[in-house]
T-cell receptor, first 111, second 115 residues
Framework: GQNIDQPTEMTATEGAIVQINCTYQ??????LFWYQQHAGEAPTFLSY????GLEEKGRFSSFLSRSKGYSYLLLKELQMKDSASYLC????????????FGAGTQVVVTP | DVKVTQSSRYLVKRTGEKVFLECVQD?????MFWYRQDPGLGLRLIYF???????EKGDIPEGYSVSREKKERFSLILESASTNQTSMYLC??????????????FGPGTRLTVL
């Protein structure tokens, strides 16, 4: 089984940077996903890390340290439309692609 | 453009009714999943299927069953709906683990209320 922890809520100002941390415990790690979910909508895929290091995709970056069971999602140059819930999800080996999700971090961007 | 569709966005049912939630994907994905999402609990896996007619229990299968007669369609069945099954239900699909792009794609969700 897995325990996945991420903060419940974070608030930041438009134009700022926010870092959402995710820690996990798993018996056989095979990838970590970040999803974005706007209120009332489906989650949409943001990033995937399976090796240690930083993956950058425009204003969003995701980092992974497998030895520490730790990942973060970095949102730069925040825009109002970035107000959403951000979900961390871990996949185990031999799991048929199943994901275990954290409870999500609600990011509120203020003017 | 990849697409996962669900039969209803909103559904209201009475306690004891049999409820069918349908999910269809047009990406020829092998894997399909049913989750429920509740505040503070995140997404929890109910059932998943890795092939036609194949199904596996997720973390919270009690009170639910599933059917996958065709590759593109995965149905969630509440045999006798109860108020504690009021929730947002999300369907997802993906390529097999290890495929080049194997992230899960989600449908828009069905908000089910059981009275």
């Amino acid at each position: 089984g897995q325990n996945i922890d991420q903060p419940t809520e974070m608030t930041a100002t438009e134009g700022a940077i926010v870092q959402i941390n995710c820690t996990y415990q798993t018996s056989g790690f095979n990838g970590l996903f970040w999803y974005q979910q706007h209120a009332g909508e489906a989650p949409t895929f943001l990033s995937y890390n399976v090796l240690d290091g930083l993956e950058e995709k425009g204003r969003f970056s995701s980092f992974l340290s497998r030895s520490k069971g730790y990942s973060y999602l970095l949102l730069k140059e925040l825009q109002m439309k970035d107000s959403a819930s951000y979900l961390c999800a871990v996949r185990e080996t031999d799991s048929w692609g199943k994901l275990q999700f954290g409870a999500g971090t609600q990011v509120v961007v203020t003017p | 453009d990849v697409k996962v569709t669900q039969s209803s966005r909103y559904l209201v049912k009475r306690t004891g009714e049999k409820v069918f939630l349908e999910c269809v994907q047009d990406m020829d994905h092998e894997n399909m999943f049913w989750y429920r999402q509740d505040p503070g609990l995140g997404l929890r896996l109910i059932y998943f299927s890795y092939d036609v007619k194949m199904k596996e229990k997720g973390d919270i299968p009690e009170g639910y069953s599933v059917s996958r007669e065709k590759k593109e369609r995965f149905s969630l069945i509440l045999e006798s709906a109860s108020t504690n099954q009021t929730s947002m239900y999300l369907c997802a699909s993906s390529s097999p683990q290890g495929a080049t792009f194997d992230e899960q794609f989600f449908g828009p969700g069905t908000r089910l209320t059981v009275l």
